[in-house]
């Protein structure tokens, strides 16, 4: 055997002692889509992040579409990635798709948000906020706001989806011990801007003006933001004479705290590459049992 073909040997012979990790990881990530100011800096956030790990991510963005997702899915199951990851856009129709990647010897993790399948053993873990207790938490902040006494319009997320499910589960859990608290209008508004603003313009008409309510619970800030716009042009006080309360804590409803049109905004991480990549990348290289969900913590943060 001649010398180059020794070296050769020797080379090939270390980078398999050196296992995968020598190796950039493949992964597949299917994105919801777009929406709102939240979602594009968590998707940046992965881009970004899946540098510091050596992953070759695979991003597919579903403009809030699942058949996108589905196949988004698929492609990457042909290509044979690593692992994939799924922010699923509503928490049903998973099942099959989530089997055919069992059957190809994919793991699959869930982030942001969830699906609702029979088989929990279809996907690994799940790493994401706790939209219950995010619910939760606005109720129970706007209770202290209120004393326990408020006629609130709600705006939802995306008809189906984990946070809009889960939120609307939590705020309802506290505000329900209070029977003078209570919502009196609920609508979705998609986790959007526009549709926020679409939605309350709908409440002001229905409310007279608002009369009476009390407060405004938005899903997400981005609707709280085009409630905010419809209130502003109806000659509406947001945060003075309503309370206003949501979901994300972006820079935008920062901005909206400090100018006294906002009240409170429970914080959803969207640097959570930190969170995800570590534990994705453990588990290629050591299959090993996880729990089915890996919380990502929420804080609650309000003008002052
Ligand atoms: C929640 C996430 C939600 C955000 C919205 O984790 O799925 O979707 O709260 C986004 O801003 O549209």
């Given amino acids: 055997m001649t010398l180059k073909f020794a070296l050769a040997g020797v080379a090939l012979g270390a980078i398999a002692l050196a296992g995968p990790s020598a190796f950039a990881q493949t992964i597949g990530f299917s994105q919801v889509g777009s929406e709102g100011d939240w979602r594009p800096a968590f998707s940046a956030n992965m881009q970004e992040s899946a540098k510091d790990y050596g992953v070759d991510l695979k991003f597919a963005n579903a403009q809030g579409k699942q058949e996108e997702q589905l196949r988004a899915v698929r492609a990457f199951i042909a290509q044979g990635v690593d692992a994939i990851i799924i922010a699923p856009v509503v928490v049903t129709g998973w099942d099959q798709v989530l089997r055919e990647a069992r059957d190809a010897e994919i793991p699959v993790f869930l982030v942001d948000r969830d699906v609702d ?43 189906g989806s984990a946070p809009a499910i889960e939120r609307k589960k939590g705020f ?48 997400n800030d981005n609707m709280q933001l085009g409630a905010i716009q419809a209130m502003k042009e109806a000659g509406l006080n947001p945060g003075k004479d309503v309370q206003m309360v949501s979901v994300d804590y972006v820079p935008a ?35 090993a049992e996880l729990d089915k969900w890996i919380v990502i913590p929420s804080d609650l943060h309000t003008a002052d």
């Fill in 253 to 287: 409803i920062k901005d909206a705290l400090d100018d006294g049109e906002a009240n409170a905004s429970v914080e959803l991480r969207s640097a959570v590459g930190e969170f995800i990549y570590p534990v994705v990348l453990d588990y290629i290289k050591n299959p």
């Fill in 117 to 159: 399948v029979e088989d929990k053993s279809l996907y690994v873990t799940r790493i994401s906020a706790d939209f219950n207790l995010e619910g939760k938490l606005a109720g129970a902040w706007l209770a202290a706001e209120s004393k326990g006494d408020c006629k609130i319009v709600e705006l939802q997320g995306t008809t």
């Fill in 172 to 219: 309802e859990a506290v505000i329900g011990q209070f029977p003078a608290m209570e919502i009196v209008a609920t609508q979705s508004g998609d986790f959007t801007t526009e549709g926020g603003k679409k939605v309350m313009e709908a409440f002001i008409k229905s409310t007279d003006n608002l009369d009476g309510i009390c407060a405004s619970f938005a899903h």
